[in-house]
Nanobody, 124 residues
Framework: QVHLVESGGGSVQPGGSLRLSCTVTSHAVGNLAMGWFRQGGKEREGVAVIDQDGTTDYATFARGRFTISKDAANNTLNLEMPNLKPDDTATYYC???????????????????WGQGTQVTVST
């Protein structure tokens, strides 16, 4: 069981920025495949993922705009989200998996461990 706690959500205006963090207390982040997923009333969709080797992958809407990273010193997973849009409004979840994942890392069903979620609201 991987224990995850998200933080950093909030309400911002369009064009604003947020930084999400996911603190891991049970495993070293370097040993985990991890990702950020979001759910805005539909099924949970992948935003960005990073595997044990540091390889990243992004959803089309996130590529070039969001940045995922691991902070080994603080044992956290982070997501930098500049230039937010109203369509980014959703509950954001941190997912983790101890197994190595290949193709399909952006698919939520591959991850067995989840945080409680943090709300991101983008509106005027």
């Amino acid at each position: 069981q991987v224990h995850l706690v998200e933080s950093g959500g909030g309400s911002v205006q369009p064009g604003g920025s947020l930084r999400l963090s996911c603190t891991v207390t049970s495993h070293a982040v370097g040993n985990l495949a991890m990702g950020w997923f979001r759910q805005g009333g539909k099924e949970r969709e992948g935003v960005a993922v990073i595997d044990q080797d540091g390889t990243t992958d992004y959803a089309t809407f996130a590529r070039g705009r969001f940045t995922i990273s691991k902070d080994a010193a603080n044992n956290t997973l982070n997501l930098e989200m500049p230039n937010l849009k109203p369509d980014d409004t959703a509950t954001y979840y941190c997912g983790a998996e101890v197994l190595r994942l290949g193709i399909g890392r952006l698919v939520s069903t591959y991850y067995r461990n989840w945080g409680q979620g943090t709300q991101v609201t983008v509106s005027t």
